[in-house]
């Protein structure tokens, strides 16, 4: 009997162990940034903090960026997500960009995240997070 207890005792040990070490990695485990710090890492320096199409280097492109509080006014009122999820991470083609002076980001959220797991998973996460955050800023 004293060694069906010893061998549960260690069985209890083990698992309490594991789940310690579960519990640690999840404390420890990065927060995923905000739509909002993704825009102004990635956005904001050609369509402005507000995305109001003002940012510093604005001035410098071929084109002026877009209002992007305007998305949903310039498509009949609708905030159409797919649509600006496509246009972040690349799939499709804007011509007011001409030559893709703004980047890919899908590309890039997935090249940043290469060394992790699940790079593709972490892009598309940062592309829901930016579009959300987009949405939250249109106006009428």
Request: charged share 20%; hydrophobic share 35%; with cysteine.
């Amino acid at each position: 009997m004293i060694g069906k207890l010893t061998k549960i005792a260690k069985r209890v040990a083990v698992l309490t162990f594991a789940a310690s070490l579960m519990l640690a990695s999840c404390r420890s485990a990065p927060e995923p940034p905000t739509g909002q710090a993704l825009y102004l890492r990635h956005c904001a320096s050609c369509h402005g903090e507000s995305g109001d199409g003002n940012g510093a280097l604005a001035a410098s492109l071929r084109r002026l960026p877009s209002d992007l509080r305007l998305i949903a006014k310039r498509h009949g009122g609708q905030f159409d997500e797919s649509y600006v999820m496509q246009i972040i991470d690349g799939r499709r083609v804007v011509a007011e960009h001409g030559t893709r002076e703004m980047p890919v980001w899908g590309a890039v959220f997935e090249t940043e995240h290469r060394p992790r797991d699940y790079p593709g998973y972490i892009s598309l996460l940062h592309t829901r997070a930016l579009t959300d955050y987009l949405s939250s800023i249109q106006q009428e």
